[in-house]
């Protein structure tokens, strides 16, 4: 609110506050328009002329900023928390979330994405709870947890990307002695501003037939069969009906798709830079309803071109090192750091990757936004910057 040039009292005991400010495009400060304003805050009422700055701006003007988060620090701590805070009931998750630092301490790194590390310590079960909120795991390092969705063991290992609709039940158990972290994404805060979400408690212990260690799920093995979608099985609920994503089928894709550019048949969104998208099996779209995973890959000295776009993305580094640019802050990043692309921040890569610090020798990148939800109410828009 811009400051009145006139002191008036206002209303008692009501939120609103109104100011007649002397301004261009506003009316006349006199003494009927702050009586004007006067009855509109008694009634609770407000006027779109002295709003309509913040409320319709010329372009998106995000309440989160460009952040990043340095993975060694963040598993430092999750550490600490795993020699000091239990997993079971009252905590549910070892989880410790990403506070983007403009939106007042919540625990957001967008206005609609959770981001958070999760640690499991040794021999450890997080308890089994379901939500409405869609969910899933990204393991940039390590391997020996299951998470157990609907009963069926899902194994967790660097590189796979785990996706879960809400409303499953799930649990999680170290079946190894040493601990494991990862992250989770979640649209907590979208639900959250929306007043849709619900919760339950689960068993606080898994059975025996849920704590094995198959190297596949159920679920790999009917829906994990690229371009063969089972005639006999439906999904049961919205999202992806394959629970892993396996990070071989990735890491060739991505790698298969620079070869090609290389040979001159192209295959690569722009020189240099491979990106792939995960879906649903069952019909092509997005592998939860409210959240779009993808994972892309930037060749050593290739650079990516600055791209604006509604809704928000959170980037995980998960092999190399580079420069990232997002609206006028930049950073160099490595394994495992996180960072936050607001809406309408223009954001581009450089890789300065090598065989020494990447196993593919580029800047590898897993990302997830909250695009299906801007796409299906048409609010998506897309601008490459010179």
Request: hydrophobic share 35%; proline share 8%; no cysteine.
């Amino acid at each position: 609110m811009t400051e009145s040039s006139t002191t008036q009292d206002h209303a008692p005991g009501s939120p609103v506050r109104l100011h007649a400010v002397a301004a261009h495009g506003q009316p006349d400060v006199t003494p009927a328009l702050e009586e004007l304003y006067r009855g509109f805050e008694q009634e609770l009422l407000v006027p779109l002329w002295t709003e309509i700055g913040d409320l319709m701006p010329a372009h998106p003007r995000s309440r989160a900023v460009p952040h990043v988060w340095r993975w060694e620090r963040l598993r430092e701590l999750a550490a600490q928390a795993g020699d000091l805070v239990p997993v079971g009931r009252g905590g549910e998750r070892r989880a410790i979330a990403l506070a983007n630092p403009s939106l007042g301490g919540r625990p957001f790194a967008t206005p609609t994405l959770w981001a958070a590390i999760q640690y499991l310590m040794p021999g450890e079960d997080a308890p089994e709870h379901r939500h409405t909120q869609h969910a899933f795991r990204f393991v940039v390092e390590g391997s020996g947890v299951w998470t157990v969705v609907g009963g069926d063991p899902v194994p967790m290992n660097r590189g796979d990307f785990l996706p879960q609709a809400g409303w499953n039940w799930h649990a999680h158990h170290n079946a190894t002695d040493e601990p494991m972290a990862w992250i989770d994404g979640l649209d907590i805060p979208f639900q959250y501003a929306t007043e849709a979400q619900f919760f339950e408690f689960g068993r606080d212990e898994i059975t025996e037939a849920e704590r094995t260690t198959p190297s596949r799920s159920r679920s790999e093995r009917l829906w994990g069969h690229p371009g063969l979608r089972p005639l006999a099985a439906a999904p049961a609920t919205p999202g992806s009906p394959l629970l892993s994503y396996k990070w071989e089928h990735t890491d060739a894709a991505l790698r298969d798709q620079l070869l090609l550019e290389k040979e001159g048949f192209g295959g690569t969104v722009e020189p240099g830079h491979a990106a792939v998208r995960y879906t649903n099996p069952h019909d092509g779209s997005d592998v939860l309803p409210t959240i779009r995973a993808e994972f892309h890959r930037v060749a050593r000295g290739a650079e990516t071109a600055p791209v604006r776009e509604t809704g928000s993305s959170v980037y995980q580094v998960f092999d190399g090192s580079g420069t990232v640019a997002v609206g006028e802050r930049s950073w160099s990043v490595t394994r495992g750091d996180l960072f936050v692309v607001p809406s309408w921040e223009p954001f581009s890569a450089r890789s300065e990757a090598g065989r020494t610090d990447s196993d593919s020798a580029g800047l590898d990148l897993f990302r997830f936004s909250d695009a299906p939800v801007f796409e299906a109410l048409k609010l998506d828009r897309t601008q490459k910057d010179a």
